[in-house]
Every structure is written in C-alpha cells, then in structure tokens.
C-alpha cells in the first residue's frame, strides 16, 4: 500500500507567493530589510531580544559553541580549552548537532538517553560532569523540553564545585513553540544559547534556515559578526575611502547568514505556528488517552512543566516487535521511523566510543507517528486502529 499519511509534510501559507515574487524582482534578494522584519517578529515570539538569524540550524550549533572559546568574565565563563576540555552531547539525535561539534574540533563525551523521555539522562549528565566538561548540548526530543529547572540544578551544584557554571546549548531543532513552566524555549530566562531549525519540515519553515538566540548582548553582537564572515556590516567603507570595502576584520567569521527569500517565507508562515501546535497538541492528547493502556506499547512520558511542540510522537514498542511494527504500518499506509539514528556508531566518532545501556535498549524500541497539522481526526482514529491491531 502507498504511504497516505506522511511522518511529515511541509507547511506553506497560502499567502506566500506574492510577497516572494516581489522580492525576487527586487533586485535585492539577499540579507535586508525582510531579514530585520523577521528577528524583529520573532524576538516578539521568542521572547528574546537578541534573536538572529541564519542559514541553517547546524551553521546556530558551530557558531555557538564558536562564540564560547573566549573567556568572558562580564559572565564569569572561562573560555573552553579545545585541547584538554570537553563538550556533552546526546548521542541520539540528528547528526547535525554532532557534525557542529565535531566542526569546532573538539572533544565530546556521549550523553545516555533517559528511557522515560527520549531525551537526555540527567543522572548522566551529574555523572559525566567534572572539571573539563564546559559544555552541555540538549536535544528537546521530539519538541517535548528537557528538564530544565533539573538541569540548572545539576549546573549550579557544578558551579559551586569547580567554580563555572556550564554553557548549555539548546538544539531545539524540534521545539519551535514549546514552553518550559509558561515560558517559551529560547527565551531570555534561561541563560542559555538556544538554535531553532526552520528547515523544511519544521513547524517553522523558511524552505532552509535557522535561528539562533543568545543570552546577552556581548554573545549577541558577536555572533552578528561572524555569521557573515566577522565583518560589520555597518561599517563598510575602507577608511572612509571605499563604500564597497570592509574595514578591519577583528575576528573571521562564516557565511551563515539568513537572505530576504528565505526570511518573506518565515514572515508568513509564521502567524499560523500556533494554530499549527495546537492541532499537534491536540493529536498528542488523543494518542495519549487511547494508547495508554495497550500491552506491548509505551508511550513516553513529558515533565510536569513542559509544554511540548509535538514535532514527534514517540513510541516505544516492546518484545522486540520494533521492525515488524514499522512494516506492519507501512504496509497500511502510515509513515514510521525512529527519525534520527545513533550518532556514536559512525565511524567519524568512533575514537569517543563508550557504552550507552539505555540507548541500547531505546533503539530496539524508538518509534515515532505522525502527528503534525496534517494528521485529521479520521486518520489519527486510524493509526490508534492499527497500532491496536498489531499488538
């Protein structure tokens, strides 16, 4: 049988194309004024002042853990030592939070996943964390939020023992909308560098993008240069000689910008985000009250406070019956997948191996459905039907 309901699909509103055409025969179709309409729009959203941004999400994880290098005492951060210290990261998750970190050329310890949520285990985390481990990468499984009052816990208990607080970087790649005890993720309360996906798929679209928040104001303005190569792009004119030319270049950068194309389509898909979390939500709920008490299946529970964005629905299907499951609804038209494999196989990272026991045990039983905008009321009575069925 054909696939009938996809994993996922992408959004576009309707509204798009004119806006987009007027750009395109503009003449002016890279990084402008649309690019500013839009941080502004989403500082609002965000609610975070310092909002850029980019051309990807994985160009928001290099530049992040880019930015915290130096030492910054007006945020009491000792700078990161690329030879000697260390960066945790969660081993299931898409490879671009991998490839971001390994891009900076330095060294990172897996993070277990917890059994419970999908996302990372914290007691690994308090485990793992010593005197050399600056750097804490999170992955909000799915869009439901990791523990975040738990984990600034775990931060300060670290703070008050060798003397720094870690950085954390959020890659809410899935969690565009979530909110963590009535607050948006990605906003300024937490301290933390948080990058958003605006990739095709996402809730967000902008065809291909992404969006970085920062804590402060020094983070911020740093990272406005070195998304476009380190230059300032409001001094341009080569000692007041040369309009066209950049003056000195403290600092090289990349060119990880976001364009004005990209940025008209964030505008306008934008306004429906939250009627399109709402229906995630409210296809998250219905499978929760309908398959929490079939045998053979669990689903994975969110913390009290999180508010999740639904990206995924994740399922663990036990007694090793994972791969018949994703052919079983396959073959009745539901997309399937674990979505994102284990990152600590490849052979790109093979010399930070280490053993995993609960990503060993998740992998024979990750599984996610559809749930998006997409899925109707008919159709998610169907997968619960089917899942019914299988088990």
């Known amino acids: 049988m054909n696939i009938t309901i996809p994993l996922f699909k992408v959004f576009m509103?309707?509204?798009?194309?004119?806006?987009?055409?007027?750009?395109?025969?503009?003449?002016?179709?890279?990084?402008?004024?649309?690019?500013?309409?839009?941080?502004?729009?989403?500082?609002?959203?965000?609610?975070?002042?310092?909002?850029?941004?980019?051309?990807?999400?994985?160009?928001?994880?290099?530049?992040?853990?880019?930015?915290?290098?130096?030492?910054?005492?007006?945020?009491?951060?000792?700078?990161?030592?690329?030879?000697?210290?260390?960066?945790?990261?969660?081993?299931?998750?898409?490879?671009?939070?991998?490839?971001?970190?390994?891009?900076?050329?330095?060294?990172?310890?897996?993070?277990?996943?917890?059994?419970?949520?999908?996302?990372?285990?914290?007691?690994?985390?308090?485990?793992?964390?010593?005197?050399?481990?600056?750097?804490?990468?999170?992955?909000?499984?799915?869009?439901?939020?990791?523990?975040?009052?738990?984990?600034?816990?775990?931060?300060?208990?670290?703070?008050?023992?060798?003397?720094?607080?870690?950085?954390?970087?959020?890659?809410?790649?899935h969690a565009f909308g979530?909110?963590?005890?009535?607050?948006?993720?990605?906003?300024?309360?937490?301290g933390n560098i948080c990058v958003f996906s605006t990739q095709a798929i996402k809730h967000l679209t902008t065809g291909d993008g992404g969006i970085i928040t920062l804590p402060n104001e020094t983070l911020y303005e740093r990272c406005k240069l070195l998304r476009w190569y380190g230059i300032d792009r409001e001094k341009r004119?080569?000692?007041?000689?040369?309009?066209?030319?950049e003056n000195d270049i403290l600092e090289y950068g990349y060119k990880f910008h976001m364009n004005d194309i990209n940025a008209t389509i964030g505008l306008y898909n934008l306004p429906h985000m939250d009627r399109l979390i709402t229906i995630a939500r409210d296809n998250a709920k219905f499978y929760d009250e309908y398959l929490k008490d079939i045998p053979g299946v669990r689903i994975i529970k969110k913390p009290s406070l999180s508010q999740s964005a639904y990206w995924l629905y994740t399922l663990m299907v036990l007694d090793g019956k994972k791969s018949a499951f994703i052919d079983f609804m396959k073959k009745n038209?539901?997309?399937?997948?674990?979505?994102?494999?284990?990152?600590?196989?490849?052979?790109?990272?093979?010399?930070?191996?280490?053993?995993?026991?609960?990503?060993n045990i998740a992998e024979q039983q990750l599984v996610c459905i559809p749930v998006g905008w997409w899925v109707t009321n008919e159709q998610r009575n169907y997968i619960v039907h089917l899942i019914k069925d299988f088990v």
């Open 237 to 245: 004119n080569y000692k007041k000689s040369d309009l066209r030319l």
């Open 333 to 359: 038209g539901v997309f399937v997948s674990q979505v994102h494999n284990r990152n600590d196989i490849n052979t790109c990272t093979s010399k930070f191996c280490e053993n995993l026991p609960n990503l």
């Open 178 to 190: 979530a909110e963590w005890n009535g607050t948006r993720i990605g906003s300024l309360e937490r």
């Open 13 to 173: 509103s309707e509204d798009v194309l004119p806006p987009v055409n007027k750009v395109l025969m503009s003449g002016s179709v890279t990084q402008g004024a649309q690019v500013e309409k839009f941080e502004k729009e989403l500082t609002t959203y965000l609610q975070n002042p310092y909002t850029l941004t980019l051309n990807s999400a994985t160009s928001g994880l290099t530049l992040a853990l880019r930015l915290l290098i130096n030492k910054d005492e007006s945020i009491g951060w000792p700078g990161f030592d690329e030879s000697n210290d260390i960066v945790l990261t969660p081993a299931l998750t898409c490879f671009a939070t991998t490839a971001s970190i390994l891009a900076n050329r330095v060294n990172i310890r897996w993070l277990d996943v917890d059994l419970n949520t999908a996302n990372i285990c914290l007691e690994d985390v308090r485990r793992k964390l010593n005197q050399h481990t600056k750097v804490i990468y999170l992955v909000h499984w799915g869009g439901t939020p990791v523990d975040m009052d738990t984990l600034a816990d775990i931060c300060n208990e670290h703070k008050e023992k060798f003397g720094f607080r870690p950085m954390i970087v959020e890659d809410c790649a």
